[in-house]
């Protein structure tokens, strides 16, 4: 068997490294560059023009006092709670023996920026089965039919 370059073919040894070379100095300059990328977590590059001035809304955001979360390591009597509505969400775990439903109206009302602690233009509902969360009282989570696990809440404006 002869593995000779066809006949009239010449072999030329230094071909092969030129295309190569060719080839990345064809490429036309990237704005990339590596370790400059960022995770999918990060979010997109905040700029000025993205985060709004504090005095850009017309209505201070009232400061509200939550109960600590509990510990990372406790697991027993804790829901994880997801509030979406008018385009923003919040998450947070809250002890459900210890968290009333006024803290969670107002945990709502901070992520959805609806400046409503008392929860009297907006009601909390689950998707399915569907549940209706409307009076933010003392009750507790537990106390309110809101187990351990995990719960989204949708928010409805009255």
């Known amino acids: 068997v002869d593995f000779a370059a066809p006949e009239g073919m010449?072999?030329?040894?230094?071909?092969t490294e030129k295309p190569k070379a060719k080839e990345s100095e064809t490429k036309s300059p990237s704005s990339f560059a590596p370790g400059?990328?960022?995770?999918?977590?990060?979010?997109?590059p905040k700029s000025s023009?993205?985060?709004?001035?504090?005095?850009?809304?017309?209505?201070?955001?009232p400061a509200i006092d939550l109960p600590d979360e509990?510990?990372?390591?406790?697991k027993d009597n804790v829901c994880t709670v997801q509030i979406r509505g008018d385009g923003a969400t919040g998450r947070r775990r809250?002890?459900?023996?210890?968290?009333?439903?006024?803290d969670l109206f107002s945990f709502a009302s901070a992520s959805c920026?609806?400046?409503?602690?008392?929860?009297?233009?907006?009601?909390?509902?689950?998707?399915?089965?569907r549940?209706?969360?409307?009076?933010?009282?003392?009750?507790?989570?537990?106390?309110?039919?809101?187990?351990?696990?995990?719960?989204?809440f949708m928010v409805e404006r009255l």
């Open 94 to 102: 809250f002890n459900i023996q210890t968290t009333t439903m006024k």
């Open 10 to 15: 010449e072999e030329d040894t230094t071909s």
């Open 70 to 74: 509990p510990p990372a390591e406790q």
């Open 113 to 129: 920026n609806l400046n409503d602690v008392e929860g009297k233009s907006f009601r909390l509902v689950t998707r399915f089965p």
């Open 131 to 152: 549940r209706v969360f409307e009076e933010a009282n003392v009750t507790t989570l537990e106390g309110a039919g809101i187990g351990q696990g995990q719960e989204m």
């Open 36 to 44: 400059t990328g960022y995770k999918l977590s990060d979010g997109p």
């Open 49 to 61: 023009q993205d985060v709004p001035s504090a005095d850009s809304k017309d209505e201070p955001t």
